[in-house]
């Protein structure tokens, strides 16, 4: 991979990761970048880096020298967030550097302390901080905690208004020729906005308030590119990716977007043959809807549909007196990332005795969801004529109560 220069004295290196799961959780089947960044000045600076995985650091080390940068010229290592998918190559790095010196939070010294045993000299910074690398190069950081770790924070080159926010602003996706937004495809574009979305409600979801306040901040700046930690670097429009961060954060406590979600799950079927009537009813609306069986769709791409919906339907039977499984899992991580106020609609199907309604009601509870639930359809075995046709009109109602809502902002 090539290093590229982002903007005057300033350069992005990165690394891509393919075959494992984010997080150890998260499908990225089109693989993820982490990147780093150099600011020379007078002083030369190194913002964020990479994981410790399978010789990344080494990919690291290479752009390094591909920029004609020994190691020993680096005179700062400036860790805005301390999550090892970011820091892991810092034991590497101290392989062949042992006295680097770190710029980062007090926070962010105890955790290198606890998952490296890094205690190098380390330079703490808060908001409102500066670090002259002269050349006019003065980074200036804020502290934006919680985006998505405690102890994070951006950096900010007064120079050539280079936002460095790490985690804010990423997405999912690798990135090979093109890491820039002004030399994407439209096709290319459109990729990068699925994969941020799904990243912003699998990653951030859970901390929209404080991405929020980021955004805030971010605002406050005369903010001219965005070069985040992971995938493209907004440099023409960086105000797209702000406005997208604002919405993605506004959608946990909703509206979100003029759409629907329909989550199934069926034994033998009798469920499944709610789902194709409720999908037109909500269709006669002119509403767009998503449809995701489970657990065959993995929840990291439901819960993407999901934050950027306002209504959610969901289509399970009862099994063993509970819901059926997977949609339990799926709804437990909506309350876990905070997917709050949905309009919803349940229906489904049982044998002997209900009982899905009665977890369902604990999850939500749970999480103080507040999901704002149409009466449910539910069906001993099979469904009828006429319970299909209350599930089509459900469905109608649903993207009524969603459009109103969505209306009224
Ligand atoms: Fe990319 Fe929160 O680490």
């Given at each position: 991979m090539q290093t590229t220069q982002v903007t005057t004295n300033t350069w992005r290196l990165s690394a891509n990761i393919y075959d494992i799961l984010f997080e150890g959780m998260w499908p990225i089947p089109h693989g993820f970048s982490m990147n780093s960044y150099i600011v020379k000045g007078e002083k030369v600076a190194i913002i964020d880096g990479v994981c410790d995985w399978d010789g990344t650091p080494e990919v690291l080390f290479d752009q390094f020298r591909q920029m004609n940068v020994d190691h020993n010229d680096i005179d700062y290592v400036i860790i805005n967030h301390m999550e090892p998918d970011h820091s892991g190559w810092l034991k590497d790095f101290k392989k062949i550097r042992p006295d680097f010196k770190i710029v980062t939070t007090a926070k962010a010294q105890a955790l290198l302390k606890s998952f490296f045993e890094i205690d190098n000299e380390i330079m703490v910074v808060k908001s409102g901080d500066t670090l002259d690398l002269g050349g006019g190069h003065v980074l200036a950081f804020e502290e934006i905690p919680n985006v998505h770790w405690p102890e994070t924070m951006a950096t900010f080159d007064t120079k050539t208004g280079t936002l460095f926010p790490?985690?804010?602003?990423?997405?999912?996706?690798a990135i090979d020729e093109s890491p820039y937004d002004d030399q994407l495809t439209p096709e290319q574009v459109k990729f990068y906005e699925?994969?941020?979305?799904?990243?912003?409600?699998?990653?951030?979801?859970?901390?929209?308030?404080?991405?929020?306040?980021?955004?805030?901040?971010?605002?406050?700046?005369?903010?001219?590119?965005?070069?985040?930690?992971?995938?493209?670097?907004?440099?023409?429009?960086?105000?797209?990716?702000?406005?997208?961060?604002?919405?993605?954060?506004?959608?946990?406590?909703?509206?979100?977007?003029?759409?629907?979600?329909?989550?199934?799950?069926?034994?033998?079927?009798?469920?499944?043959?709610?789902?194709?009537?409720?999908?037109?009813?909500?269709?006669?609306?002119?509403?767009?809807?998503?449809?995701?069986?489970?657990?065959?769709?993995?929840?990291?791409?439901?819960?993407?549909?999901?934050?950027?919906?306002?209504?959610?339907?969901?289509?399970?039977?009862?099994?063993?007196?509970?819901?059926?499984?997977?949609?339990?899992?799926?709804?437990?991580?909506?309350?876990?990332?905070?997917?709050?106020?949905?309009?919803?609609?349940?229906?489904?199907?049982y044998g002997w005795s209900g009982g899905a309604q009665k977890e369902l009601d604990e999850i939500l509870a749970r999480y103080k969801m507040n999901w704002d639930f149409l009466e449910p359809v539910e069906f001993k075995g099979a469904p009828t004529e006429e319970d299909l046709a209350t599930i089509r009109r459900r469905g109608r109602e649903l993207a009524i109560k969603v459009k109103e809502w969505v209306a009224a902002g």
């Amino acid at each position: 991979m090539q290093t590229t220069q982002v903007t005057t004295n300033t350069w992005r290196l990165s690394a891509n990761i393919y075959d494992i799961l984010f997080e150890g959780m998260w499908p990225i089947p089109h693989g993820f970048s982490m990147n780093s960044y150099i600011v020379k000045g007078e002083k030369v600076a190194i913002i964020d880096g990479v994981c410790d995985w399978d010789g990344t650091p080494e990919v690291l080390f290479d752009q390094f020298r591909q920029m004609n940068v020994d190691h020993n010229d680096i005179d700062y290592v400036i860790i805005n967030h301390m999550e090892p998918d970011h820091s892991g190559w810092l034991k590497d790095f101290k392989k062949i550097r042992p006295d680097f010196k770190i710029v980062t939070t007090a926070k962010a010294q105890a955790l290198l302390k606890s998952f490296f045993e890094i205690d190098n000299e380390i330079m703490v910074v808060k908001s409102g901080d500066t670090l002259d690398l002269g050349g006019g190069h003065v980074l200036a950081f804020e502290e934006i905690p919680n985006v998505h770790w405690p102890e994070t924070m951006a950096t900010f080159d007064t120079k050539t208004g280079t936002l460095f926010p790490c985690d804010a602003f990423g997405s999912f996706g690798a990135i090979d020729e093109s890491p820039y937004d002004d030399q994407l495809t439209p096709e290319q574009v459109k990729f990068y906005e699925f994969e941020a979305s799904r990243y912003y409600a699998n990653i951030v979801g859970a901390f929209s308030a404080p991405a929020a306040k980021a955004v805030a901040k971010t605002e406050s700046l005369p903010v001219k590119i965005i070069a985040p930690g992971h995938g493209i670097v907004w440099r023409e429009n960086p105000r797209k990716i702000i406005d997208d961060y604002k919405r993605y954060a506004a959608y946990s406590k909703g509206p979100a977007k003029e759409e629907i979600t329909v989550i199934w799950g069926s034994m033998y079927g009798n469920t499944k043959r709610g789902v194709d009537p409720v999908v037109e009813g909500i269709k006669s609306e002119g509403v767009k809807v998503n449809v995701h069986q489970v657990p065959e769709t993995h929840y990291s791409y439901v819960l993407r549909d999901v934050w950027n919906s306002s209504g959610v339907v969901l289509a399970m039977p009862t099994y063993e007196y509970k819901m059926f499984a997977p949609m339990a899992v799926v709804l437990d991580e909506m309350g876990r990332k905070k997917a709050f106020n949905r309009k919803a609609f349940r229906l489904g199907s049982y044998g002997w005795s209900g009982g899905a309604q009665k977890e369902l009601d604990e999850i939500l509870a749970r999480y103080k969801m507040n999901w704002d639930f149409l009466e449910p359809v539910e069906f001993k075995g099979a469904p009828t004529e006429e319970d299909l046709a209350t599930i089509r009109r459900r469905g109608r109602e649903l993207a009524i109560k969603v459009k109103e809502w969505v209306a009224a902002g």
